[in-house]
């Protein structure tokens, strides 16, 4: 049988196949027959070995059963997927419809992403927005607020914070005293700033077993730092009396009351003292020191010339 030649991929094709086996292409039965070799004489083949006869010689009838020869002896065979003919295994495509024998695994195409719906991608975007708008925002009050804000920021703090005043004398409102005093050596001179005496008979107390009290009142609540103690300046006269000795302080708000002991000196004794918030300050006299015979002359009465409380107010007010 007369073999064709691949158009396509130049395989050699039997003459009663419309495909090639190689290259699936297909195979026009019209066509021109390839040139011979050599005179008369045609090389056929269909399985690679080669026939030479005379073209005046008929060809060998064919059978009449209509199927295709089989493949060579010993030869794997395999059917088309599409048409079920019968092909050498060497065949890539099948050699009566052209169909591909070997059908590997198509490829699959990625998944697709998941797309975001409109109403996502439109919140996506809103928010992106937002943020943007903060962002700047901060960055202009960070560099254009930034006097503003420490500006308010010192206002409220000036207006809360309390003003410190100097320690001062503070000024007595008023002046209680038990027992009262004698003639006109009274409580009030206490807190004169003057030479008058508060003077009481100090042994008719003692009989009684009671004791001074003396209370000074503020104008207001008071922030004490120290009270200063005066009694009689003139030597003489300071022992021929009686002398402040146990003192007993308490304050409006003390928990416990301050005990003190004064010196046996004439002048002015500092007595280190601190109360807060107090509106008033109480000094208990206890206990006095004998009085002496000097120039032959002893008295029964114990003098007190000046109390003074330093501090600072404890809520001070401004104009501003």
Known sequence: MVSRTCNNCGASVAADEQFCPTC??????????????????????????????????????????????????????????????????????????????????????????????????????????????IVVALIFNFFSGDGAASDTTLGSTTTTQPIITEVAIIEILDQECSPEGLGSFTCANIVSGSNAEYQVNWEEIEADESNIVIKLIFRQPMIVSRIDWTGITEP???????????????????????????????????????????????ITIQSAYQAEVVDGNVFRE???????????????????
């Open 302 to 320: 114990l003098a007190v010339d000046e109390i003074t409380i330093w501090g600072r107010p404890a809520n001070p007010t401004s104009d501003g």
């Open 24 to 133: 699936g292409s297909f195979i026009d039965p019209m066509a021109p027959a390839p040139p011979s070799a050599s005179g008369n004489v045609i090389s056929v083949s269909s399985d690679g070995n080669y026939e030479e006869f005379s073209l005046d010689t008929e060809p060998p009838d064919e059978p009449e059963t209509g199927e295709k020869p089989p493949p060579p002896s010993g030869g794997r065979t395999v059917h088309c997927p599409s048409c079920n003919a019968v092909n050498p295994a060497s065949n890539r495509h099948c050699q009566e419809c052209g169909a591909r024998l070997s059908q590997g695994p198509l490829p699959t195409a990625p998944r697709p992403a998941v797309q975001a719906t409109a109403g996502v991608r439109a919140a996506i975007a809103i928010s992106g927005l937002l943020l943007v708008v």
């Open 236 to 282: 003489v006269r300071f022992s021929q009396n009686y002398r402040a000795r146990g003192l007993t302080i308490d304050a409006q708000g003390s928990l416990t009351q301050f005990p003190h002991e004064l010196e046996d000196t004439p002048g002015i004794q500092t007595v280190n003292y601190a109360a807060v918030n107090a509106n008033w300050i109480e």
